[in-house]
C-alpha cells in the first residue's frame, strides 16, 4: 500500500470513526461539531493527495479501482473546502435552534451521521475509476442526501419525494448508458479493463461509436438528472428550497458539479470512439444552453429566495456545459466556473438561510433593508448574488468573460448571442431582487438587531477576496492546474 | 433447451408487466413485481448455467430475497397501513393501459432489430423484455394516482436494469454487482420509509398531496 492509498483509507478511517461517535452522543452541540472535526481532518487528506500526487501525474489505486488525476483532485479540494465551511457555519446556523428547544438531539445525529456518509460518497464518486463503482456512489448520495431534506417543515417531505424519484429514475437511466458503454468496449483485449476509466480512455478506438453514442445519451440524461440539467431539473428547485440551508448550500455548491464530474468522465471517451466529430460535445452543449434559458425564464417569476438561488444554480450548471460543449478554452472557462460558482453559491445561501430565519420567511416580498438589520449577511448576500450574476472582476466573471471569447473566436455567434441575452435576463432579475433584498425601504430605526459570529465573518471574507483575486488574476500554478484537468477531459484519464 | 427457457423467462417477464398494469388493487401489484422479482432471480440462474458463473448463482439468491421477498415484504407492510382505497386508482383506465403495454412490447421487439445494441443482450426475447419492462416501468411511474403504485413503477424500471446489466455484468466485479442491488434495496427501502411518513403527514398516499409546490 502505498502514501496515496494509506491517505484514503486514513480519510474513510475518519468518517467511519465521526459517523460511529455520533451514535452515542445525546448532546445536540457536540453531535453538530463532530462533521468539523471530520471534515477539517479530510481537507488536510485532499491536501495531502495535491501534494502527494504532483498535479500533472496521474495515479491508479487499489489494483485501478480508484483514481487521482488533476481533474479529480480539483473536485476533491472544492468538495472539501466547502464541507468544511459549511460544517463550521452548520454550528452557528443551528445554534439558536438548540437554544430555544427547536433542535432535537435526534435531528442533530440523523443530520450529523448522513452529512459524513453524504461526503464520504461524493468523494467515492470523484475518486472512481471503475464505471460501476461511480454510478454506485452516485446513487449512493441520493438515497443518504434524501432524509438531509427533511425537516419538520410539511413541505419538505414533498421535496424529499421529488427528489427520491427523480433522480432515481435518472439514475437508472444513467445505469442503461453505463451497461451500453461496457456493451461498445465488448471488442477489446481485457474483459476488466472494461469497466475502467483509464482503460477505456486508451483503448477507446476500439469501441464501436454507434453504441458508444447512445450510451453516452442515456448517461448525459441520468447523470444529467442530478446535475440540474435541463430539461431534467425539475426536482431542484423544490429540494434546494425545502432543504435546511447547509444541505442546500452543499447541494448546489458541489453535489450538482460531481454529477457533471461523471459526465466529464464519460465525454472523453465518446469524443474519442466518434473520432472527435463533436456530437457528444454538442449534446452537453444543448443541454446547457437548456438549461441557462430555462433559468433566464424562471428565474424573473421566483418569489421565494431559495427557489431563486435553486434556478440560479441551473444557469450556472448550464453555463459549465456549455464550457465542456464548446472545448478548448470553453473548458477551461467551464472549471473556473464551477470552482467561482461553488463558493459564491454557497455564500448566497448562507445569507440567504440566515436572513430567511431572521424575517421568518423566504418570501422576497417580506424581506427588506437585510443589510442593515442583518448586516453580515445581509451585505454578504448582496455581494455573492453580484458575483453569481457576473459583475467584475470575480471569478465567475472571468469564466463568463472566457466563454464568451471563446464563443466569439470559434464563430458561433447565434449561441454568444443567446448567451449573452440569457446573462442579461438573469442579471437584471436578481439585481432587483437583490437591491430589494439587501437595501429595500424598511424601517432603519430598529438599528441592528443581529451581527453574526467571528468566524462567519473569516469564511465570508475569505471567500469573497477569493472570488474576487481569481478575477482579477489566474497564478500559473492554478492555471497550470486547470490546463491538466482540461486536457483530461479533452483526452481521458491516461497513464 | 437452456435458450428456450431463456426466451420462456424473458416471455414471462414481459407477461408481468402486462399483469401489472391491469392489475387494480394495490396488493395485487405487489405480488406481481414479487413475482417478477423470483423471475429475475430465475433468468439469472439460467444465464449461470449459460455461463458457467457462479457469481450469477449468488446474484440470483440475491435477487430472489431482495426484490422477490424483502421489498415486497415491506411494500405490503406499508399498504396495510393506509385507510382510504387500496385501488391502484391509475391515471389511465386498465385496458388502454394494457393496450399501451402490449403496444411498448411489441415496439420493444421491433427496434431491437433497428438499433445497434442488439449484441448486447444474450437473445432477442431477452433484450425486448428489458426494454418493454424498461419502458412498462416508467409508464406505471408517469400514470399513478399514488405513491405506492409510483414506487412499484419505480421497481419495475430498475428491473430493467438489471435484465439489461445481467448480460454484460459477466466480468463486473463482485463487489460492483453488491453495490447495484444493495442500493436498489437502500433506495426503495428510503422510498417506502418516505412513503410511510408521506401517510404520517398527509393521511393520504395521493400524489395530489403532493402538488403544493408546484402551485
Not at chain 1, 418569489?303 to 444557469?315: F, G, P
Not at chain 1, 430565519?357 to 442583518?374: L, N
Request: charged residues 10%.
Amino acid at each position: 500500500m502505498n502514501l496515496i492509498e494509506i491517505t484514503v483509507v486514513l480519510i474513510y478511517a475518519f468518517f467511519a470513526g465521526g459517523t460511529a461517535s455520533c451514535f452515542r452522543s445525546k448532546n445536540p452541540a457536540k453531535l453538530l461539531l463532530v462533521p468539523v472535526i471530520s471534515s477539517s481532518a479530510v481537507f488536510l487528506g485532499g491536501i495531502a493527495f495535491l501534494i502527494e500526487t504532483r498535479p500533472e501525474n496521474t495515479v491508479l489505486l487499489f489494483g485501478g479501482t480508484l483514481i487521482i488525476d488533476s481533474l479529480s483532485l480539483l473536485h476533491i479540494l472544492l468538495v472539501n473546502t466547502i464541507f468544511l465551511i459549511t460544517s463550521i457555519y452548520t454550528t452557528g446556523y443551528f445554534r439558536e435552534k438548540i437554544k430555544c428547544g427547536a433542535l432535537k438531539a435526534s435531528y442533530a445525529k440523523r443530520f450529523s451521521i448522513l452529512w459524513q456518509t453524504f461526503q464520504a460518497v461524493l468523494l467515492l464518486v470523484l475518486l472512481s475509476n471503475n464505471i460501476g463503482l461511480m454510478w454506485i456512489s452516485l446513487e449512493a448520495t441520493t438515497i443518504v442526501s434524501a432524509f438531509l431534506i427533511i425537516s419538520d417543515a410539511e413541505l419538505s417531505i414533498e421535496a424529499t419525494w421529488k427528489y427520491l424519484l427523480i433522480c432515481s429514475v435518472g439514475i437508472v437511466f444513467a445505469f442503461f448508458g453505463t451497461m451500453l458503454t461496457v456493451a461498445a468496449a465488448r471488442g477489446m483485449q481485457s474483459s476488466e479493463g472494461v469497466y475502467l476509466f483509464s482503460y477505456l480512455s486508451a483503448n477507446a478506438d476500439e469501441i464501436d461509436p454507434r453504441l458508444m453514442l447512445l450510451a453516452f445519451i442515456l448517461v448525459v440524461v441520468g447523470f444529467g438528472t442530478k446535475a440540474g440539467l435541463s430539461p431534467m431539473h425539475t426536482w431542484l428547485p423544490d429540494a434546494h428550497s425545502q432543504a435546511p440551508t447547509p444541505v442546500s448550500a452543499v447541494f448546489s455548491g458541489v453535489m450538482l458539479n460531481c454529477a457533471l464530474f461523471c459526465i466529464m468522465r464519460y465525454l472523453p471517451i465518446t469524443e474519442a470512439a466518434l473520432d472527435f466529430d463533436g456530437q457528444a460535445r454538442s449534446i452537453v452543449l444543448l443541454c446547457g444552453f437548456m438549461s441557462l434559458i430555462f433559468a433566464a425564464v424562471f428565474i424573473p417569476i421566483q418569489s421565494d429566495v431559495k427557489r431563486m438561488l435553486a434556478y440560479c444554480s441551473v444557469e450556472h450548471i448550464g453555463i459549465i456545459a456549455i464550457g465542456l460543449g464548446l472545448g478548448g478554452l470553453g473548458i477551461f472557462a467551464a472549471l473556473l466556473h464551477t470552482v467561482g460558482h461553488s463558493l459564491s453559491k454557497v455564500l448566497a445561501f448562507f445569507s440567504a438561510g440566515s436572513i430567511a430565519d431572521h424575517f421568518g420567511t423566504r418570501e422576497m416580498k417580506d424581506i427588506q433593508c437585510a443589510s442593515h438589520k442583518v448586516p453580515l449577511w445581509g451585505n454578504t448576500f448582496f455581494l455573492s448574488c453580484l458575483v453569481l450574476m457576473g459583475v467584475a472582476p470575480s471569478a465567475v466573471f472571468m469564466s463568463e468573460f472566457l466563454l464568451a471569447k471563446e464563443l466569439f473566436f470559434t464563430g458561433k455567434y447565434i449561441i454568444l448571442a443567446f448567451f449573452l441575452l440569457g446573462t442579461l435576463a438573469v442579471f437584471f432579475s436578481m439585481l432587483r431582487y437583490t437591491m430589494l433584498i439587501s437595501f429595500g425601504k424598511g424601517p432603519k430605526e430598529q438599528g441592528v438587531e443581529s451581527r453574526g459570529r467571528r468566524v462567519d465573518t473569516v469564511i465570508v471574507i475569505t471567500c469573497l477576496l477569493l472570488l474576487l483575486f481569481l478575477g482579477l488574476w489566474i497564478p500559473a500554478p492554478l492555471s497550470n492546474f486547470l490546463k491538466d484537468a482540461v486536457s483530461i477531459i479533452e483526452k481521458g484519464a491516461t497513464l | 433447451m437452456k435458450s428456450d427457457l431463456l426466451a420462456w423467462v424473458s416471455l414471462l417477464i414481459i407477461v408481468s408487466n402486462l399483469y401489472l398494469l391491469s392489475s387494480s388493487r394495490l396488493a395485487s401489484l405487489i405480488k406481481g413485481v414479487a413475482f417478477q422479482g423470483i423471475l429475475l432471480g430465475a433468468l439469472s440462474l439460467l444465464m449461470a448455467g449459460h455461463s458457467a458463473s457462479y457469481h450469477l448463482i449468488f446474484l440470483a439468491i440475491l435477487s430472489i430475497a431482495v426484490k422477490g421477498i424483502l421489498i415486497p415484504f415491506y411494500l405490503s407492510k406499508l399498504v396495510r397501513g393506509v385507510k382510504e382505497l387500496r385501488d391502484a386508482n391509475p391515471v389511465i383506465g386498465y385496458s388502454l393501459s394494457m393496450f399501451i403495454g402490449v403496444v411498448i412490447s411489441c415496439f420493444a421487439f421491433y427496434i431491437l432489430q433497428k438499433a445497434p445494441f442488439v449484441h448486447a443482450f444474450v437473445s432477442v426475447f431477452h433484450g425486448a423484455s428489458a426494454i418493454s419492462t424498461a419502458g412498462i416501468g416508467l409508464f406505471l411511474i408517469i400514470t399513478s394516482r399514488n405513491v405506492i403504485r409510483q414506487i412499484i413503477g419505480f421497481l419495475v424500471f430498475e428491473n430493467a436494469s438489471f435484465i439489461f446489466g445481467l448480460s454484460i455484468a459477466l466480468y463486473q466485479p463482485l463487489f460492483v454487482e453488491m453495490g447495484i442491488l444493495l442500493d436498489t434495496f437502500a433506495g426503495v427501502l428510503i422510498m417506502v420509509i418516505a412513503a410511510k411518513r408521506i401517510l404520517t403527514v398527509h393521511q393520504s398516499i395521493s400524489v395530489r398531496s403532493l402538488e403544493r409546490l408546484s402551485k
